[in-house]
Structures are given as C-alpha cells and as structure tokens.
Nanobody, 121 residues
C-alpha cells in the first residue's frame, strides 16, 4: 500500500514536497505515478517515475514539478515549485508495473488516500 504526505496550504509561488511511501513491501519494479483531482474535475496524471529514475511529466507541470525516487527508502517524492492557485487539488500516488503511462489512470493500483494541496493567498 502507498501513503502520501506533505500537502498543505501555501501561497502562490511557494513550494511543497510531497512524499509517497510504500508500506508492507518495496517499490520493486513498479512505476510510481502522481495524480491530482481538483474539486469538480477528473483525476489527472501529473508525473510518473520508473525504477531507473526516468521521469515523465504532464505539460502543465513541466519546469515546475520534479519527481524523484529513493528505492532504498521505498519512497517517491514530488517537489512542487512555483505553485499556482490552479494547482489546488488532492494529490494521489499509485503504482503500475514497470512503465509509466499517465494517460491510463485505470492501469494504476495501490492508490494512497491522498494529500491536500491548497494554493491561496
């Protein structure tokens, strides 16, 4: 199972670092994806990372978000920089065997409970 943490309230232009930790097992060869869901909107893929560390990003977050992975600690991080009000959402992490595919949300499993990110002045 995966568990997210690190969300909170931040002003526009601020930063947060989210964590996605695996419990009861290891990340192994799973790709780990970050998704977000804003009120009234569908859940969308934000970023994903495979075991080797190769990252993938949605166009909306390129240059602002950075994903990283610590296989020894069984944790994936998502650094959120230059946050905007439109980034406000619940952020979730989930696992998919081997490869990333942010367009195939249904192919991910082991979803965490989510962590709220609110960007507001």
């Amino acid at each position: 199972q995966l568990a997210e943490s690190g969300g909170g309230l931040v002003q526009p232009g601020g930063s947060l670092r989210l964590s996605c930790a695996a419990s009861g097992g290891t990340l192994g060869y799973y790709a780990i994806g970050w998704f977000r869901q804003a009120p009234g909107k569908e859940r969308e893929g934000v970023s994903c990372i495979v075991r080797s560390g190769s990252p993938h990003y949605a166009d909306s977050v390129k240059g602002r978000f950075t994903i990283s992975r610590d296989n020894a600690e069984n944790t994936v991080y998502l650094q959120l920089n230059n946050l905007k009000p439109e980034d406000t959402a619940v952020f979730y992490c989930a696992a998919r065997p081997f490869a990333c595919d942010l367009d195939r949300r249904s192919s991910y499993g082991h979803w965490g409970q989510g962590t709220q990110v609110t960007v507001s002045s």
